[in-house]
């Protein structure tokens, strides 16, 4: 594989340890015994906002990528389907179970049965339902871009310039106009930020499939150039905004400051010339499990301070539990993606294989990852 594309699996890693470390230390740092240790860990966290710059990451390597997952083949929408969705579901369903039931053993609080049915769709947000676990509203971006892209190709247009522009900055100027619409009529985004930022996930996605088109065709750089214009210009309109004193976002400095590293980072990735090491490459392939799994190692690092065994470690510096949720969180990943992920994409990849009797060889191969 070429090595930029190999970094960009280790920027998977790397992203999901950022929201390791944002949603930790906000966590622990709550807890006078850690805080006396010294906060600086999460102000570092909650100034430049690790959290959003591991999921720009996330939607710009989504984007640079799943465009490029369809062919020119009749059998592609089905194929692309199909190993999506065994790719994502039986590991969020996973996930979902142990959310709840960590949240049943340690008597936090309990979820209806329309709730729980409603996250198993990976939708539930566009109900109107709550997320059993904060972070799946990305997942639910993820799959209206899949929709997106899916049309697109339908219609022969995505793997074409300027379309995938007009969709990048439709998506910037829709979130904008939205938000600022919603200052002069409050009941227009009188919904949860994870609904009204959909737009502007949407363009940073778009954004990472014109980088690629850019990078694969050897061409159409105008069109690329100006969809990062478009990527730089929002957090630049949006800080205006706030001199202004009108709030598109809940921190303008923040958002800006986060979303412009955020793309830094991803193109010096991009750009880097040398393979990663091998413990990164390994981050990425699991770093879908971490982040679908580190809210639950984290409760468990919290849950086992909190009892009489673990007592010694209940006063220790922020450093020791962001790096405990850390490991932890790396180890259950490591462990379910051996046990669910890899059979179930093997599975997708075996349903969809061309030349299959009812999509499936009668000889096995090896997975690949």
């Known amino acids: 594989m070429n090595n930029r594309f190999l970094n960009l699996d280790a920027l998977r890693g790397i992203a999901a340890l950022l929201v390791v470390w944002q949603h930790s230390s906000e966590s622990f740092v709550r807890n006078p015994g850690i805080a006396q240790h010294g906060t600086i860990l999460a102000d570092i966290a909650s100034t430049v906002d690790f959290g959003r ?14 465009p490029y997952s369809f062919s020119g083949t009749d059998s ?14 039986p590991v969020y369903w996973l996930s979902l179970i142990m959310a709840v039931a960590a ?14 049915a409603a996250n198993t769709t990976m ?5 109107g339902f709550q997320n059993i676990q904060g ?17 697109a190709f339908a219609l022969n247009i995505l793997h ?9 900055w439709g998506s910037l100027f829709f979130f904008v106009a939205w938000q600022l619409a919603g200052k002069l009529v409050p009941q227009i985004v ?16 778009f954004c990472g499939a014109l980088i690629r088109y850019c990078h694969t065709k050897k061409s159409g750089y105008l069109h690329a150039l100006l969809g990062v214009l478009g990527f730089f210009l929002l957090p630049l309109c949006v800080l205006l905004l706030g001199v202004m004193e009108i709030n598109v976002v809940e921190s303008p400095f923040r958002f800006g400051l986060s979303h ?21 490459l390994l981050l990425g392939t699991i770093s879908y499990s971490i982040y679908l799994f580190h809210p639950i190692a984290m409760r468990l690092v919290d849950w086992s301070i909190k009892q009489s065994w673990g007592q010694a470690f209940a006063a220790l510096s922020l450093s020791f539990y962001i790096l405990a949720t850390s490991l932890l969180a790396i180890v259950m990943a490591w462990i379910l993606y051996q046990l669910v992920e890899r059979p179930s994409i093997a599975a997708g990849r075996a349903l969809t294989r061309p030349g299959t009797a009812s999509g499936i060889q009668s000889q096995s191969r090896p997975v690949a990852n």
């Open 260 to 280: 412009l590293i955020a793309l830094a980072v991803f193109f010096g990735v991009l750009l880097l010339p040398i393979r990663p090491p091998a413990f990164l």
């Open 160 to 168: 074409r310039r300027l379309p995938l522009l007009l969709l990048c």
């Open 190 to 205: 009188d919904l949860p930020s994870t609904i009204t930022y959909i737009p502007y996930c949407l363009a940073v996605m």
């Open 76 to 89: 592609t929408i089905k194929k692309f389907a199909v190993r999506r969705f065994f790719r994502l579901y």
């Open 103 to 116: 949240s049943v053993a340690l008597a936090e609080y309990r979820f209806s049965g329309s709730v729980i």
């Open 53 to 66: 710059i591991g999921v720009i990451c996330f939607f710009l390597i989504s984007g640079f990528v799943i």
């Open 135 to 151: 972070l799946y509203w990305t997942l639910t971006v993820e799959l209206i871009f899949y929709f997106l892209c899916v049309l």
């Open 123 to 127: 939708m539930q947000g566009l109900f």
